[in-house]
């Protein structure tokens, strides 16, 4: 059993190349934006952002899920539309979700 | 609510911090069966309980541990550690970006709290505050407390995986890998503000699709990004003609 809470040198320094690597991510985009005055160009593409991030980041997955995962989304999307309330978006997204695989589709 | 988007936090408050653990509840069980398929998983490739949960605890970010353990060896040469650091770094380069937008927001929170919070920016927190920053909220607690509860439950659930190995025989049966897409979806809905959005966020999506065909590995997760921002520069420029 001490064997599984033991920590190898080498995963250690990997580890906390990984943690170094992520946190760098964490705080660089604010770290470098603070230094970029808020032109009114700049501030247009910031509004933008947070759609662009999450379009581009779930649409991929998308065409590589299928359509289950397409109708799921639309689902949830239509659902958040009507309500404004995530919490139900996220049901009516999953039970399509295993309806459509339920279908086979 | 129609309240103006908010400029800048303004405060750090224990209520934020609830509030946010409030907003975080909806996504907690994707999380958590989320980490336990990273536990079992990093158990199958031979990391140790203590290693896989030191992992999540520092870490911290579901898709690049997985792609990390694509990596995983027993002799960690110099060679090594610098290729799992780089593409550690390659995949949560989208994080760049969420900073990006998140900053003017940040503003006036003193670094003391800002820099130590920032070590727990994940999507989903990013998305909550951001949604939360639309609706006119001005606590930066918000970020802290849902990135808290995050980081709790994440650890928590790493360990029985990493302890019974395979405990999620069938991730796709309930759609819970589709839970944080759903949930991202759902959430731009209301950040929508019409047809200039409809244009940057196409897009977005065009240049990521494309760009995840034509080159291997996790750059459409920056490429769509930034394609998405420039268009909406362009179309503010233009519209200012």
Known sequence: ?105 | MTKEPSETARRVTLAGVREGARLVAPVLPGICVFAAAFGAAAQQKGMTVAEAALSSALVFAGASQLVGLELWTDTWTFAALLAIAVVTFTVNARMILQGASLQPWLREVPGAAKWPTLFLLTDANWVITERYRDRGGDDFGVLLGSGLVLWVAWLAFTLPGALLGGLMDDPKRFGVDLVLPIFFSAMIVPLWKGRRDTIAWSVAGLVSVATWYAVPGYAFMVAGPLAGALAGAAIGMAARR
């Open chain 1, 1 to 105: 059993m001490s064997e599984a809470f033991s920590v190898s040198p080498g995963a250690f320094a990997a580890i906390l190349g990984m943690t170094a690597a992520t946190y760098l991510c964490r705080v660089l985009g604010v770290w470098l934006m603070a230094h970029v005055p808020l032109t009114q160009p700049v501030r247009d593409g910031l509004a933008a952002l947070p759609g662009s991030i999450v379009v581009a980041v779930v649409l991929p997955l998308c065409v590589k899920a299928g359509l289950p995962a397409v109708l799921a989304l639309a689902a949830a999307m239509a659902a958040m539309l009507v309500r404004r309330n995530e919490l139900i978006a996220l049901f009516v997204g999953l039970a399509v979700a295993s309806g459509a695989r339920a279908f086979g589709l």
